[in-house]
């Protein structure tokens, strides 16, 4: 479960340059929720992940993650609670290093290290089994370095990494958005599967409202710092893109003004 309250950040602030980034953000997320999330440049996306990770802290609110507060947690201190994957496929992975080395630092994450010789073999072959549902071939690919994969064969590996130890909460900054459509198309899918068959409470941000709407629960945009939409259930699998933007615009009082997110199909 994830609960923010009232979540304020200001970037240079008494500045020029001061830049509103969240403005009383609140959100509560329930456990196995797959939130979909959506808004134009500078709306709060990212910012609300790193808020959730750490990367920076907030000037006034909070944030409860499976009941802990978190909000003043150093980030390596938070990185037990989250998974996460990133827009850039060449994030979340040691490129010089095997897959089945990286999928070993991931199974670990969290925990008490220790000095062992390579990757035991049995642990391979537990790799292998998890890859082979991926459906890429990388089974048989154990020994590769990973800076050697495709985009977005390295994105279905992070994403594997991501969900090892089934974090409390999985985020997905527009992991698909430097990908081909076809390759996107197969590394949602593998998304979806993964989120499902885990039941993994996720927050997935994306520039795509056609993804928006087709995958997850529930979708909130945002605008401003803020959440203007949010919609679940029976009405979220009725929804259309129209209907989005009607909502949005309501909610926001302007009209949606990001050709990226209109133009993706």
Not at 57 to 84: C, Q, W
Not at 117 to 141: D, F, M, T, V
Not at 147 to 162: D, E, F, Y
Not at 217 to 241: A, C, F, P, W, Y
Request: glycine share 8%; charged share 25%; net charge positive.
């Amino acid at each position: 479960m994830l609960k923010i309250t009232n979540l304020q950040k200001t970037f240079n602030p008494g500045t020029v340059n001061a830049k509103v980034a969240l403005s009383g953000f609140d959100l509560t997320i329930e456990d196995g929720d797959f939130v979909t999330v959506i808004g134009g440049n500078g709306a709060g996306k990212s910012t609300m992940l790193n808020a959730i990770c750490g990367v920076w802290r907030p000037d006034y609110g909070s944030i409860e993650i499976d009941g802990v507060d978190v909000t003043n947690m150093p980030e390596h201190k938070r990185a037990k609670f989250l998974g996460r994957v990133f827009q850039d496929p060449m994030k979340g992975t040691s490129p010089d290093m095997e897959i089945a080395e990286n999928l070993s630092i991931a199974a670990r994450r969290g925990t008490k290290r220790k000095l062992i010789w390579g990757c035991p073999r049995k642990e391979r072959e537990s790799y292998k089994a998890l890859l082979a549902q991926l459906e890429l071939g990388l089974e048989n690919r154990l020994s590769t370095k990973v800076g050697l994969l495709s985009g977005g064969q390295r994105q279905a590996v992070t994403l594997l990494m991501a969900t090892l130890r089934k974090p409390k909460l999985l985020l997905l900054d527009e992991h698909t958005a430097a990908l081909d459509p076809k390759t996107a198309a197969k590394v949602l899918s593998i998304t979806d599967k993964l989120v499902t068959e885990n039941k993994l409470t996720t927050l997935m941000v994306t520039h795509n409202m056609y993804d928006a709407i087709k995958y997850g629960n529930r979708l909130i945009m945002l605008h401003e710092g803020r959440v203007v939409v949010d919609i679940k259930g029976e009405q979220k699998k009725s929804l259309t893109v129209e209907d989005l933007l009607a909502l949005f615009e309501a909610g926001s009082g302007s009209k949606f003004a990001s050709d990226k997110e209109l133009l993706s199909k």
